[in-house]
């Protein structure tokens, strides 16, 4: 087999050495395999287990729309797909396929949905013709079901498989949580993409923007991904293997090294003190940033509750997720950032509001797609308002522009504290409401932000991505995406040192908060507060540990008005060095 190496961006570190997966565009390949005669019966029993559960979540969409949290005209889509789910065709006939084939639960059902959808192309009526679409998204919320829980044949499998994908969106990365891939490959992607940054939560190796793993890749041939180094070997031989299994164990020891600095302070040589805080997705990464000496969430991206899924979270749920998060962290901040749909984050229900609009990272997104959909806004706000009450919850808003905006969002606020207290709904009444800083006007306006808001955190990759109008997820832009840009060193400058100067908390949360190479520019330009992926916690740490802010000041000084990019990079190595 002929060995070759592909060159993409890193955007996980490590090393994984594993079996290749193809997977389509969205959704994971199904694995076809042999289960054996004894297996049979609780193969059967899988799928009926996944069956039940997506009635269950059908049954808690239902109660949603009755409580007026998802519109009412989702009720007859609803109505099919229960019809859909407890016909025999689709509930029944997999099994028989399983006994029959005696093949795995997703295989059967991949099968009969092949079927029923042949079916469905020969119906003459256009509207039950239509409705093919609706077999297939039945189908498929079964297999997911079925696909975050493998047999234990897959599972095995899994264990040492590295997925290859031309492109996936930041819902379908998420999905992969549940699943034990050793490593992850794209086409495309940029390192601050959605998809890059969920990659990264998964906390294995990634590379992206390979340009073309997936046609050079076939299935099952061996990899090793070096997230650190960028690169991707195919088809080692022995002599790269055992190297690379030896660079595997020395990671591992250096990371084990770094554990001892969990409980340390983050303290510069100087006396310094650094807030080192995590990024989280959901509440299910709060276990590793904890694990990591998180000193509390700067970022919560709430937004990904919507995704994967059918209804809109509930008030309640999101309470209970919100909750669940600040009594986790007790009474460490947790900072809640209100939903940020829209540009590369759509929720199928919301699709008809956003829409696909003709410049999406430009268009209703954020807290412009808050502001236009208020009821979502405010059921949001009460959840989180109503988890102030179990912990120490901040309020921050994406994407601010302008003042107006500042003010709208404050009344919401207000409107929500006014609808708990009158049910007598505890909550924190002084809880702290910040703005994200992420676009070149919101920099220039920073004065007047900061007399309206009791924090601002800074969200780079937008930042990046406005500033040089170079969109963050377009693979083909990507090399004009430069977090050194002469501009963008300027404008973080201006906005660290104004909100210093009129003593506002700041923070950055966006990809440059962890990186290693960024964190003493950071610091001299007074920065105090980095939140990031727990993942990068400690190195980070080490880094904060061993620098002496005084003595960066004289090159960060020259960095703040340097012109020339070749200058900046040299000058940042000598920060570094
Ligand atoms: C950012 O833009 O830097 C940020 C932290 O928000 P997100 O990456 O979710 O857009
Ligand atoms: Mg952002």
């Avoid at 992607?189 to 998809?195: E, I, L, M, N, P």
């Avoid at 998060?325 to 900072?335: L, N, Q």
């Amino acid at each position: 087999m002929v060995s070759f190496a592909l060159h993409g961006v890193g955007v996980s570190g490590g090393i994984a050495i594993g079996r290749a997966q193809l997977v389509s565009h969205a959704t994971l390949e199904v694995a076809h395999y042999v289960v054996p005669p004894r297996q049979i019966p609780a193969e059967v029993e899988r799928f009926s287990t996944a069956v039940k559960e997506v009635q269950r979540e059908l049954e808690a969409l239902h109660l949603a729309m009755t409580s007026g949290d998802v519109p009412g005209e989702f009720g007859a889509f609803l109505d099919v797909h229960w019809m859909i789910l407890n016909d025999p065709t689709l509930s029944d006939a997999p099994k028989k396929i399983i006994a029959e084939q005696r093949c795995n639960a997703e295989w059967a059902l991949t099968q009969q949905m092949g079927v029923l959808v042949e079916q469905f192309d020969q119906i003459e009526d256009p509207y039950l013709r239509e409705r093919k679409a609706d077999v297939v998204q039945v189908g498929e919320r079964v297999l997911k079901r079925l696909m975050g829980k493998r047999g234990a044949t897959a599972a095995n499998a899994e264990e040492q498989t590295i997925l290859v994908a031309h492109d996936l969106s930041p819902a379908d990365v998420i999905q992969f949580k549940h699943h034990h891939f050793a490593a992850f490959l794209t086409d495309l992607g940029g390192v601050t993409s959605h998809t890059a940054i969920v990659a990264r939560s998964l906390n294995v190796p990634a590379v992206v923007a390979t340009h073309n793993a997936r046609q050079m890749i076939r299935d099952g041939e061996m990899l090793i991904v070096d997230g650190g180094n960028h690169v991707v070997i195919v088809n080692p031989d022995r002599a790269v293997l055992a190297e690379y299994r030896l660079k595997q164990n020395e990671l591992e020891i250096a990371r084990q090294k770094l554990k001892r600095l969990r409980t340390k302070p983050a303290e510069t040589i100087d006396g310094e003190l650094v807030e080192l805080e995590a990024n989280i997705e959901l509440p299910d990464d709060l276990p590793q940033a904890l694990e990591n000496g998180a000193m509390g969430v700067g970022l919560f991206r709430s937004e990904f509750l919507f995704l994967n899924r059918d209804g809109l979270p509930s008030e309640e749920e999101q309470f209970e997720a919100y909750r669940k998060v600040a009594e986790g962290m007790e009474g460490k901040p947790v900072t809640i950032r209100t939903f940020d749909l829209g540009a590369d984050k759509q929720h199928e229900l919301l699709e008809g509001l956003t829409r696909v609009a003709p410049n999406p990272a430009l268009g209703l997104r954020a807290v412009r797609f808050c502001l236009a959909e208020p009821k979502l806004f405010l059921t949001q706000l009460r959840a989180i308002l109503r988890a102030s009450h179990y912990g120490k919850v901040r309020i921050l808003i994406p994407m601010i522009a302008s003042l107006g905006e500042i003010d709208q969002t404050l009344a919401m606020i207000e409107h929500a504290k006014e609808s708990l207290r009158e049910q007598g709904a505890p909550f924190d009444p002084g809880v702290a409401i910040g703005g994200m800083i992420e676009i070149p006007a919101a920099v220039l306006s920073i004065s007047a932000f900061v007399r309206k808001l009791d924090f601002l955190s800074i969200g780079t990759n937008d930042l990046i991505q406005y500033t040089l109008a170079v969109d963050r997820s377009d693979e083909t832009v990507s090399h004009l995406y430069d977090p050194m840009h002469p501009a963008v060193i300027k404008l973080l400058a201006l906005a660290i040192g104004s909100a210093n100067r009129m003593k506002s908390p700041i923070a950055v949360c966006g990809e440059m908060a962890g990186e290693l190479a960024m964190t003493r520019l950071l610091l001299g330009l007074g920065l105090r507060n980095f939140s990031m992926h727990p993942s990068h916690l400690l190195t980070v740490k080490q880094r904060v540990l061993q620098t002496e802010v005084k003595a960066l000041m004289p090159v960060v000084d020259r960095m703040k008005r340097v012109d020339d990019p070749a200058k900046l990079i040299s000058l940042l190595d000598r920060l570094n060095a």
